[in-house]
């Protein structure tokens, strides 16, 4: 079994930065892809930023300049920094961790709220 514990979302003014943070416990020898997906009210869940374990990354459009994933290796722990975060980046963010070769696991979700 997999625990995914997110933190770090909330309110936050259009121009303003969070950080959110995923730690990762349990059965998780081998994990590969760790990455962050957002699912706004009406709309389809989307990846916005994923990390394998040699540091590649990728970026959704939308967020390239603004967003950086990064991840702690040593800690199992992956990141995003936010920042000139606009009312559209509004949405429910979901940690997401994939184990080769079929294990995924997704955490509970932190809302992220970016209104003036």
């Known amino acids: 079994q997999v625990q995914l514990v997110e933190s770090g979302g909330g309110l936050v003014q259009p121009g303003g930065s969070l950080r959110l943070s995923c730690a990762a416990s349990g059965n998780i020898f081998g994990i590969s892809v760790m990455g962050w997906y957002r699912q706004a009210p009406g709309k389809q869940r989307e990846l916005v930023a994923g990390?394998?374990?040699?540091?590649?990354?990728n970026y959704a459009d939308s967020v390239k300049g603004r967003f950086t994933i990064s991840r702690d290796n040593a800690k199992n722990t992956v990141y995003l920094q936010m920042n000139s975060l606009k009312p559209e980046d509004t949405a429910a963010y979901y940690c997401n961790v994939n184990i080769p070769p079929w294990r995924t696991y997704w955490g509970q979700g932190t809302q992220v709220t970016v209104s003036p």
């Open positions: 990390v394998t374990s040699n540091a590649t990354t």
